[in-house]
């Protein structure tokens, strides 16, 4: 099924006009710092995992369920990114480029929340097929809401003995057992608002939070109207749905409730986006009334803002929520430049829906900090938790204590070693039949955990693989359901 889906996206993707991409302008470095880490193991049940403290310790968010085992040509804007970062943030999923920088068919993995995982038709944006980590991630949460990169994130490989990391290298193709951080730095003087004066010829200016106002470029053409923009139904009205190197999309639909995917049944979707003049007139949304487009000239011959900050680079995460409005995101519109309001809900495509919004402004009130971003690690650790130890009650997983001991299956006499690695990590390796590894259990927090045993020969080729989900339980005591 999944090999029938990249079929499709590369016959859909053949099909889909192509232009050979100029390097973006160079643009002043910006001071950051570490906010987070991403830590995603590619393979089946390989660990997704949330660090805050530079990779020293980490937080199960989910897991793998299905990894990538190639790359993909990527839509056109992701050839502004720089190879080996992250290419865009949304909220139905990360594109990370992976091709060298200035060819017309830009390569990328895509990791995907669980409802893009199980997309049914040729619908969701860029179609990842085999470039898909698949997740088990809700979309719009954790790393695709709150925990989400910015453009421009670096993208690590570990060693295969997990001490260090090194970056991506050019055309990087994933293979299973690969393990990937997503290194997340914060601009040290972020973005606090975003203005944009809705006439050609009009302002684009920003107020940094220290207070500092800048005109980073004009409004070429304003927005009048919305359509139909994927992933938008999972978002929430006035909240960024996408941020890549060519776009920000706003979506003006609520957070659906319907179990139905996005693309079935009645319309859900609805946004409009923001675009540079340059990328805009190269793909068939140009000119779109949903479309606000800025630049300093109305055909551009060369890229101006694509790939560059504040806009398009290094600024915007996916922060929104009811719960959260401090270190939100949100766009609020001016009408007839009367008092500033909140995005009005709008689903589907109407053309003129924003015939008369004078102005648009994104606004947050503050980034998110390390308390609120610590807090939304250990709510999402929490969730996964919680589904994770219902599994373990129903016997879906085993549930140990003290010391636990695994072994291979049966190796054959190629068998050179056994590598044993806990989430990804390795724990130990021994070349001595029965090739077996006892673990003291008592030296991690309760939790989830697969241990993998991986039988190789002598030239690391792997001969076999055993695989085992386990629920350490040295504190509660937690009881198994009988089969």
């Not at 009005?344 to 053309?351: A, D, E, K, R, Y």
């Not at 006499?413 to 070349?431: E, I, K, S, W």
Request: charged share 20%; glycine share 10%; hydrophobic share 40%.
């Amino acid at each position: 099924m999944r090999f029938a889906l990249c079929v499709l996206c590369l016959l859909f993707l053949s099909l889909t006009p192509t232009h050979a991409l100029e390097t973006p302008p160079r643009f002043p470095a910006f001071a950051q710092v570490e906010s987070h880490r991403i830590r995603v193991v590619n393979s089946l049940d390989g660990a997704i995992q949330i660090s805050t403290d530079q990779g020293r310790s980490w937080h199960l968010i989910g897991r793998v369920t299905a990894p990538a085992t190639q790359s993909l040509m990527g839509y056109s804007a992701s050839g502004y990114a720089q190879p080996g970062t992250v290419a865009a943030t949304a909220v139905h999923g990360l594109r990370i480029r992976v091709g060298d920088l200035g060819t017309p068919d830009p390569l990328l993995i895509n990791i995907l929340p669980k409802e893009f995982s199980q997309t049914p038709t040729l619908f969701g944006g860029h179609v990842s097929g085999l470039s898909g980590i698949y997740t088990n991630i809700p979309v719009g949460t954790s790393i695709f809401r709150e925990l989400s990169p910015l453009v421009g994130s670096p993208v690590l490989r570990e060693s295969s003995l997990g001490e260090s990391q090194s970056l991506l290298p050019l055309n990087y193709i994933p293979r299973e057992g690969d393990v990937l951080q997503i290194v997340v730095k914060q601009p040290v003087n972020p973005l606090s608002e975003v203005f944009f004066d809705n006439h050609a010829g009009g302002d684009v200016r920003v107020t940094y939070a220290d207070g500092t106002k800048q005109v980073v470029t004009h409004v070429v053409k304003p927005v009048v109207g919305i359509g139909r923009y994927d992933g938008c139904s999972y978002t929430g009205v006035g909240a960024i749905n996408t941020n890549h190197d060519g776009v920000i999309t706003v979506s003006t639909a609520p957070v659906t409730t319907s179990p139905l995917f996005e693309g079935l049944g009645d319309e859900r979707r609805g946004g409009f986006q923001i675009q540079p003049a340059f990328h805009n007139a190269q793909g068939d949304g140009a000119g779109a009334p949903s479309v606000l487009v800025i630049g300093s000239h109305k055909k551009p011959a060369a890229p101006e803002m694509e790939g560059t900050p504040p806009l398009f680079h290094g600024y915007f995460d996916l922060g929104w929520g009811i719960d959260q409005p401090k270190h939100s995101w949100r766009m609020e519109v001016q009408h007839k430049r009367g008092p500033w309001s909140r995005m009005p809900t709008l689903i589907g495509s109407v053309p003129l829906a924003l015939a008369d919004v004078t102005a648009l402004r994104l606004v947050r009130d503050s980034p998110g900090d390390t308390p609120w971003r610590e807090a939304q690690v250990k709510i999402a650790e929490k969730e996964y938790s919680m589904l994770a130890l219902a599994n373990a009650r129903a016997g879906k997983s085993l549930i140990e204590r003290g010391d636990v001991t695994f072994s291979a299956s049966a190796p054959d006499r190629r068998t050179a070693f056994v590598a044993f690695y806990l989430d990804g990590q390795l724990r130990g390796l021994t070349n001595t039949a029965p090739y077996t590894f006892r673990w003291n259990s008592r030296v991690v927090p309760d939790g989830e955990y697969v241990i993998e045993a991986l039988a190789q020969d002598a030239n690391n080729q792997t001969l076999s693989s055993t695989r085992t989900k386990i629920w350490i339980d040295n504190q509660h005591h937690v009881e198994a359901s009988a089969k």
